[in-house]
């Protein structure tokens, strides 16, 4: 930080020694033609008198003047006081040169009076007035410079202590300490980087979190199909009937299918949840488009029952239905999941429909079943979270369906929404924008 404070101090001062000097160079010139007037007005009513009453009043008033002023006056001969430069600088500048060597008293003032009349004119330093202003200047210069010092140091300091606080919260991270945050608050924050941080870490917890789960799951999910593939495969035996041989072939054929199930369900959801997937999102008439997708019924145990209804258009008056916009075989194969797992809890009816909110589409499906506690809604969106962990394949799935829903939901820019059923079960939604003017979901 040190470093950082020097480097900023020295960029700061040099800037304001160039600001300063570019106003000396751009004004100075200015300010020496004003002084100049000046000086004539006086030496115009001092030439009067040099006139009407003679060398020795003229330059007894000069004295005067000087003596009010807290200056000397004197003349000189310039032949044998003055160098070539200045009688040359004298002439340029009509008769009057002003010379600044340091401090004030340095500062001396010539005016030809004459070809051979030129007075000397310089603040006197015996004065204390001079002292003082200069006192005063050198003041304000150290408290300018000392007061930047300060200000930075102290920006400084509380940015430190704000990286500081930063990291150790990376430090936490760097050891695998998930549970550590940057802090939020006016001055503690750098900038938006502390909440990016800690959505970062969040973010990481979350992956790391699910990773450790879908590990363990899919190790729990392969074990059992193996386990039987491997005993069906021990109880094979030579003496075995042909009809008993086909029975196991046939059960060792599920098992087969069981695994590149899990597997393309597993390859599915991790294209999905790295965003690798195949989007390719059109306008689409969602009354239309349902109405097509009723074959996802087949095989179903209970009712299903498509409800339309008589939704109003909030694109077109000139169209029918409403518009939105979404990739037709992603949404399929969400529906299908919602289908699929309603038609595990439903007890006769599922009813599969859309309703519009604000703007966003809602495409649900509701059942008649037991329904789905509040608690539990978040947690069954997780890869390989069942409602009732002890459901097998055949009645539970794998857990990755409505994982996939929720990923698909999120390629969208919408979300999964549970909520309870009218119809006494559990109502699941994939809220989706409506397609207008100003949004479109290709970037």
């Not at 003032?109 to 004119?121: G, H, Q, R, T």
């Not at 409506?434 to 979901?441: E, W």
Request: proline fraction near 3%; aromatic fraction near 10%.
């Amino acid at each position: 930080m040190a470093r950082i404070f020097f480097t900023l101090y020295a960029g700061i001062i040099a800037a304001v020694l160039l600001f300063w000097n570019s106003v000396i160079y751009l004004y100075g010139e200015r300010d020496m033609i004003e002084s100049q007037r000046i000086l004539q007005g006086y030496t115009a009513l001092s030439g009067m008198i040099y006139e009407l009453e003679g060398r020795e009043a003229w330059l007894k008033a000069l004295k005067t003047a000087a003596d009010i002023n807290l200056m000397i006056i004197e003349p000189v001969d310039p032949a044998q006081h003055l160098s070539a430069q200045e009688m040359t600088l004298l002439k340029q500048h009509g008769g009057y040169f002003r010379a600044q060597l340091g401090t004030p008293w340095d500062e001396y003032f010539l005016y030809e009076k004459a070809p051979n009349e030129v007075v000397w004119v310089q603040y006197d330093s015996s004065k204390e007035y001079w002292h003082q202003s200069e006192f005063v200047m050198q003041v304000f210069k150290l408290g300018f410079f000392s007061i930047i010092a300060l200000a930075l140091a102290l920006w400084i300091w509380s940015f430190h202590r704000k990286l500081s606080r930063l990291e150790q919260a990376a430090l936490q991270l760097s050891r695998g300490e998930f549970s550590g945050r940057a802090p939020i608050g006016f001055f503690q924050e750098v900038g938006g980087l502390n909440k990016a941080f800690n959505h970062m870490v969040e973010r990481l917890e979350q992956l790391v979190s699910s990773h450790k789960r879908l590990t363990n799951a899919v190790a729990h999910e392969l074990r059992t199909p193996i386990f039987r593939l491997r005993c069906q495969l021990e109880l094979l035996l030579p003496e075995m009937s042909r009809q008993e041989l086909d029975e196991y072939i046939h059960s060792m054929d599920e098992d087969l299918v069981e695994l590149d199930t899990l597997v393309d369900e597993l390859l599915s959801y991790a294209r999905m949840e790295s965003g690798r997937e195949n989007f390719s999102p059109s306008q689409t008439q969602l009354d239309s488009w349902l109405n097509q997708q009723q074959d996802l019924t087949r095989g179903c145990q209970h009712s299903v029952s498509f409800d339309l209804g008589d939704q109003a258009n909030v694109n077109s008056p000139n169209s029918k239905g409403v518009n939105a916009e979404f990739d037709s075989n992603l949404i399929r194969r969400a529906l299908s999941n919602l289908i699929r797992n309603a038609d595990v809890y439903a007890e006769t009816e599922i009813v599969v429909g859309y309703e519009v909110k604000g703007d966003s589409v809602l495409i649900y499906v509701e059942d008649d079943g037991s329904g789905i506690p509040e608690q539990d809604r978040e947690r069954i969106l997780q890869p390989f979270e069942r409602l009732d962990v002890s459901r097998n394949r055949s009645s539970g799935g794998y857990g990755l369906g409505l994982s996939i829903c929720r990923e698909i939901a999120h390629l969208h820019k919408g979300q999964i929404v549970i909520s309870d059923s009218q119809l006494g079960g559990a109502r699941i939604a994939l809220e989706l924008p409506l397609l207008t003017p100003n949004r479109s979901l290709h970037l």
